[in-house]
């Protein structure tokens, strides 16, 4: 959410970020929120000048008070006497339209300032400047490949083929408790499953990072404060009868964590990793990975979260990508980064890198992570504020990534690390979670 002071006073800067965005629909909301922002503001000045005078006439029916006072009555005494005095009256019935116009106004302003805060919430944030122009991901931009892609030159099936070759999962049975979108991973596939998880908690806090294991439901002020109403509607599963959601990820209740908090600047930067299972509906979601894995209602992540100064946010987005790339190299899984064009980027992100891995079976690569530095809009909506030594206050920039998320990561790892039999072959980094196991041998 941008600050209103900044949008008052660059309304054409605010337009064509809205443009660059292709979110043209958009643009009559500036002049709209400026307007009502105008209005707020006259609304203020005028009950401020109202409540000036209620409050100087307050002094002169204090002072009538006073005098009975003196004259030996107590404040009970003195109160009931002054109602019966005709100068005490004349200037009650002076203040009464008063304050009955000061409610109004105060009713109005209320409204307005509600309008206002819906329209600022629909608004998208400012991009940097570096980030590309782009209509939708087709226009995404590759920065960097990491590691050699690789074409076995024997067949690669599909990665569910590949897991039921290992008795490693059933669909079938989650079909039928659950429904579509649901799995049972099962024996050493379950075990990887943990595997890459408990090894992305222990890199993570190897590189200084605290580890946490967050809510797993979060209440809708937090949800409104981490995310757009439009990725609400599509991702989150609202509990019934409660106002609690279920996470589609870890950053959520993360940046919940910090919701109302005035943070010493000397307790920056926060770099906090958390574990947790991601319940999304993917309403709309398409693609040719349909079967498998790919895309699911249920999975588990492993996240990095930073908060931290607006000066510092660039430097931690970067940290945050390298982290993930870092991660994927020591399971020498390939991966490529693509820089997210303007049209792909949701709207609180200044800034968004995703991070793809190579699957040899598809030859291509697919996303794995995503990178994002929200500048200070999560901040502003959950009211995260940093206090600096002389006591002055702004707001904290946010900033999150995917370390990994299985199942889908599996994808990667499966057919990076497949052998001709159909076994697995296990990375040197990865062996102490799997109990020693070189290879996960075909059952």
């Not at 782009?134 to 690789?150: A, Y």
């Not at 987005?317 to 020498?332: I, Q």
């Not at 049209?343 to 991070?355: C, F, M, R, T, Y």
């Not at 920039?397 to 072959?425: C, K």
Request: aromatic fraction near 8%.
């Amino acid at each position: 959410m941008l600050d209103m002071k900044f949008l008052r006073t660059n309304p054409d800067i605010v337009k064509e970020n809205i443009k660059k965005k292709f979110q043209d629909e958009k643009l009559p909301l500036v002049d709209k929120v400026i307007e009502l922002d105008k209005e707020s503001r006259d609304a203020k000045q005028k009950g401020d000048q109202l409540r000036a005078q209620v409050k100087k006439k307050s002094k002169a029916t204090g002072a009538i008070i006073g005098k009975l006072k003196k004259q030996g009555l107590t404040d009970e005494e003195a109160q009931k006497t002054a109602k019966e005095d005709p100068a005490f009256q004349a200037i009650m019935a002076e203040v009464a339209p008063i304050n009955q116009e000061i409610d109004t106004l105060e009713a109005k302003e209320t409204e307005l300032n509600q309008e206002i805060k819906k329209i600022m919430m629909i608004i998208p944030n400012i991009i940097d400047p570096s980030v590309p122009i782009g209509k939708d991901d087709s226009e995404n931009v590759e920065i960097e490949r990491f590691g050699e892609p690789f074409v076995p030159d024997f067949e690669i099936p599909h990665h569910e083929d590949i897991m039921k070759k290992l008795n490693g999962i059933d669909k079938v049975s989650a079909g039928k408790t659950t429904g579509a979108g649901f799995y049972y991973l099962c024996g050493d596939i379950a075990r990887l499953h943990s595997a890459v998880l408990s090894y992305a908690r222990d890199f993570m806090i190897d590189r200084g990072f605290t580890y946490y294991i967050p809510p797993f439901m979060i209440r809708s002020n937090v949800v409104t404060g981490v995310m757009s109403f439009a990725e609400m509607e599509n991702m989150m599963y609202k509990i019934e009868g409660e106002d609690l959601y279920l996470i589609g990820t870890s950053e959520h209740s993360m940046i919940g964590k910090f919701i109302d908090t005035i943070l010493p600047e000397e307790n920056l930067p926060q770099t906090l990793t958390s574990y947790s299972p991601c319940f999304r509906k993917e309403v709309g979601a398409h693609g040719i990975e349909e079967r498998g894995v790919y895309r699911i209602h249920q999975f588990e992540k492993q996240e990095m979260i930073v908060v931290c100064k607006p000066e510092e946010s660039m430097k931690w987005y970067d940290v945050l990508w390298k982290n993930t790339v870092d991660y994927f190299r020591s399971l020498d899984i390939p991966v490529r980064t693509l820089e997210c064009c303007s049209g792909d980027l949701a709207d609180l992100k200044v800034k968004s890198l995703d991070v793809e891995a190579w699957s040899p079976r598809q030859k291509k690569y697919f996303e794995v992570g995503s990178c994002s530095n929200l500048g200070d809009a999560q901040a502003r909506r959950l009211g995260i504020r940093v206090k600096k030594e002389d006591g002055s206050k702004y707001f904290a920039h946010t900033l999150n990534n995917t370390v990994v998320a299985p199942p889908r990561m599996l994808i990667a790892f499966l057919e990076n690390n497949l052998n001709p039999d159909g076994s697995i072959r296990i990375p040197e980094v990865l062996r102490p979670y799997m109990g020693g196991m070189e290879v996960i041998p075909v059952k």
